[in-house]
């Protein structure tokens, strides 16, 4: 994850950054007043957080889901698939090829490597 300096940052950058998670995964579908709120919060994410973060939000947000799903893997005993539900993947081998991506090894690998 970013290292981000919080205390420096404007005061609705940081609370943007403290529920950017939440914000971009709202749920709700292209005509719902939800998608709307959703849509135009990722671009008020988007414009205050790049500069703080060095890394768009979708990508602040994939990170962050890699950083819980690192330490359930390793403290936990939840299957991978229900970590992949809880986490917001449609399917265990999407999460599998995206934590592959970004953590650089298989969620099962790391599991190993934890115990």
Request: glycine share 6%; aromatic share 4%; proline share 7%.
């Amino acid at each position: 994850m970013p290292n981000v300096n919080t205390e420096q940052t404007a005061p609705a950058a940081r609370e943007l950054m403290r529920s950017l998670p939440a914000v971009l995964s709202l749920g709700g579908d292209a005509v719902s007043p939800a998608s709307a709120i959703r849509d135009t919060l990722r671009i008020m994410a988007g414009e205050l957080l790049r500069p703080q973060l060095g890394v768009t939000p979708i990508a602040y947000l994939a990170r962050w889901r890699m950083s819980v799903a690192q330490s359930r893997l390793a403290n936990e005993e939840v299957p991978i698939g229900v970590l992949a539900a809880e986490l917001g993947y449609s399917s265990e081998a999407a999460f599998n090829r995206a934590f592959s991506r970004i953590v650089g090894c298989t969620p099962g690998s790391l599991r190993k490597k934890s115990r």
